[in-house]
T-cell receptor, first 111, second 113 residues
Framework: ELKVEQNPLFLSMQEGKNYTIYCNYSTTSDRLYWYRQDPGKSLESLFVLLSNGAVKQEGRLMASLDTKARLSTLHITAAVHDLSATYFCAVDMEYGNKLVFGAGTILRVKS | SQTIHQWPATLVQPVGSPLSLECTVEGTSNPNLYWYRQAAGRGLQLLFYSVGIGQISSEVPQNLSASRPQDRQFILSSKKLLLSDSGFYLC????????????FGNGTRLTVT
């Protein structure tokens, strides 16, 4: 059974600081996705990582994938308040786009 | 462009009552369709998955069922709701190729009282 673990589950950070969210998964996969969810809202796709060593960047967020370590990271650079949200990683458990989600990381950026 | 519609947005139902949540996708053909549930504002659990009309895979045993009567319509149902069915239900779609991200609807917040 595929397990996806995120840490930390809650992150409170100051504006302007850097931090990394980690996503570990238990079985071989080279397809990993990051999503953002604002309170009470649906999920928005952020990044799609499809190979070992893949790196994607959008604004202050950068995601990477190490399939050998079964690890993905979401790095936040110089955080701003607008980044406050819950961030989920999800791993495709088979070639059918059936995603297993991590528990999510609640990010709060304080002024 | 593709859009996904999910309704209702919120629903309060008594224990033992039936449930029907509907999801439709526009602007694409033969999508994969999914129902996820998010309990207590945290992780998502895959409930049902469909690759075509009448083809439903259930991921967890439960009080719910799903149907796909048309190519771009996905319905989540229950004959008798339980308190534990409360949660945030999300419909999603993807194209039928590997490596495609899921696109989520706005969700239905269900409270069973």
């Amino acid at each position: 059974e595929l397990k996806v673990e995120q840490n930390p589950l809650f992150l409170s950070m100051q504006e302007g600081k850097n931090y990394t969210i980690y996503c570990n998964y238990s079985t071989t996969s080279d397809r990993l996705y990051w999503y953002r969810q604002d309170p009470g809202k649906s999920l928005e796709s952020l990044f799609v990582l499809l190979s070992n060593g893949a790196v994607k960047q959008e604004g202050r967020l950068m995601a990477s994938l190490d399939t050998k370590a079964r690890l993905s990271t979401l790095h936040i650079t110089a955080a701003v308040h607008d980044l406050s949200a819950t961030y989920f990683c999800a791993v495709d458990m088979e070639y059918g786009n059936k995603l297993v989600f991590g528990a999510g990381t609640i990010l709060r950026v304080k002024s | 462009s593709q859009t996904i519609h999910q309704w209702p947005a919120t629903l309060v139902q008594p224990v033992g009552s039936p449930l029907s949540l509907e999801c439709t996708v526009e602007g694409t053909s033969n999508p994969n369709l999914y129902w996820y549930r998010q309990a207590a504002g945290r992780g998502l659990q895959l409930l049902f998955y469909s690759v075509g009309i009448g083809q439903i895979s259930s991921e967890v045993p439960q009080n719910l069922s799903a149907s796909r009567p048309q190519d771009r319509q996905f319905i989540l149902s229950s004959k008798k709701l339980l308190l534990s069915d409360s949660g945030f239900y999300l419909c999603a779609w993807s194209v039928q190729t590997a490596n495609s991200p899921l696109h989520f609807g706005n969700g239905t917040r269900l409270t069973v009282t």
